[in-house]
C-alpha cells in the first residue's frame, strides 16, 4: 500500500496547450470554480489561479483594489487560452527552453566569450556581445544542462569562525599599538607609515578619483615552498572606476620594485592621489616607502595584517587575473606587453553592480580628463591670487 503524500508535497503535471483550451472552456462557458477545474485536471489550485491570471484578457487598471475584488470572480476574469499560451511560450524561451534558439553560431561565440575572454554572462547579456540576445540565466541554464561549455568558476566566501574574530580582535589590539608608537615617531619627525585608519572618508567612500590599491601577485611555488622564479606582477586597482594596471616585477627587492613602480607613475601618475598596500614585506621597506611617499610625494596607507578585504576591490581584479595566469603559473615568460593585453580586456570590461555595467576604461578616462580641469583650474586661481599679492605688496 502506498503512502499518501500531504497535499503540498504532491507534484503535479504542468500545464500545456490542451489543458489551457480546456480551462478557456470550463472557466469562461461552465463558470466552474478554481478549485472544481483543479480536480478535474489534476491540478494544483494554485497552479490554475496563476493560469487564470497571466491568461486574463480583461483590465482593470482604472478600478482600485477595493473596487475590483468586489465585482464577482467570473466578471473580472476572462480567460483566453491564446494569451496563456503565448505568455507560457515566452516564459520558456527566456528560462532557455527553447532549443531552436541556440545555434552553432551562438554556442561557439557564448564559448568563446566566456572561456576566451573571460567575460560573465552577465556582463555577456548586459552589453550584448556581438549581437548574443539572451539573458544570463539562459546561458547559465545551458551550461547546466550540457548544452554549452562554461569553465569552472569558484567564489570564495568569507566564513568568520570563533578563532578568526579572536585573532580580528587582537589585531585590532595590534593596531593600537602601532598607532602609538606611529605618534611618537611622527613626534620625532621620522618617516612612517600611515594606517589605513587614517583614511578620509571620501577615499573610503569612493568619492574622489585617484585613490589606487596595489598588490603583488606571486609565482607558483615548489614542493620546498619555494617559488620557482622570483618574477611577479604589480596590481593596482584606481578604487572609484576599478581601472586596473599590471606591471611586471623582476623580483621583491626594494630596487626592483621601485623600478616597476616608476613605471607605473610615467603611465598613471597624474591620475595618482594616494596607494593603498597590505603589509607585505616588499611594501614596507623603508627604500620603497622614502621613493613613494618623500620622492613623489604619494601618501601610502598599510591595511591591517592578513585583512584582505580592507583592500577588497584589488583582491577582486587579482582573482579575474588568475583567468588568464592561473594558481601554479610561473611568470618568468611573462612580458610586460601580455600584461598590457591582459590589462586592455580586463579595463573593456563591463562591470555590472560596481559601474552599473560602465566599462573600467570608459569611466577613468572621464574621470580623469575631470581631475586635469579641475587641476589647470586651480593652479590659474593660484596664479592669480600670487599675482594679485605681488602688485598689493608693490
Known sequence: ??????????????????????????????KLTQSEIARKLNRSQSAISRELKQGNIFDFSNLSKRQLYNLEIH????????RGQFIATQRSVRRGNGSKLLTDELKELIEHWVNVEHWTPEQIAEAHVSDIEVSASTIRNWARQGKIYLR???????NNTDAEKVKIKTQYQKQREIDRLRSKLKSQGILVRHSIYERPPKIN???????????LVLPAK??????????????????????????????KK?????????????????????????NGSEFISWDFLEYVQKQLKIKLYYATPSSPQQRGTNENRNRKLRDWY????????????????????????????ALNGK???????????????????YEKRKQRMLEERQNDEK
Open 1 to 30: 500500500m502506498t503512502k499518501k503524500l500531504p497535499p503540498d508535497q504532491v507534484k503535479y503535471p504542468r500545464i500545456h496547450e490542451n489543458d489551457r483550451h480546456l480551462i478557456e472552456h470550463m472557466w469562461n462557458d461552465e
Open 75 to 82: 466578471s473580472r476574469i476572462k480567460y483566453s487560452a491564446l
Open 152 to 158: 569552472p568558476y569558484y567564489r570564495k566566501r568569507a
Open 205 to 215: 567612500t569612493r568619492r574622489q578619483f585617484g585613490h589606487w590599491e596595489i598588490d
Open 222 to 251: 615548489m614542493n620546498n615552498q619555494r617559488y620557482q622564479d622570483t618574477t611577479a606582477i604589480m596590481t593596482l586597482t584606481e578604487r572609484k572606476t576599478r581601472f586596473t594596471a599590471l606591471i611586471l616585477v623582476r623580483s
Open 254 to 278: 626594494s630596487s626592483d620594485m621601485i623600478d616597476a613602480f616608476k613605471l607605473f607613475y610615467e603611465r598613471y601618475g597624474k591620475a595618482v592621489r594616494t596607494i593603498t598596500a597590505d
Open 326 to 353: 592561473p594558481k601554479g603559473t610561473s611568470f618568468k615568460d611573462v612580458k610586460q606587453r601580455q600584461l598590457d593585453e591582459v590589462a586592455s580586456k580586463m579595463n573593456a570590461m563591463p562591470l555590472r553592480q
Open 359 to 377: 566599462r573600467p576604461m570608459v569611466v577613468f578616462e572621464q574621470e580623469y580628463k575631470a581631475m586635469q580641469r579641475y587641476r589647470r583650474a
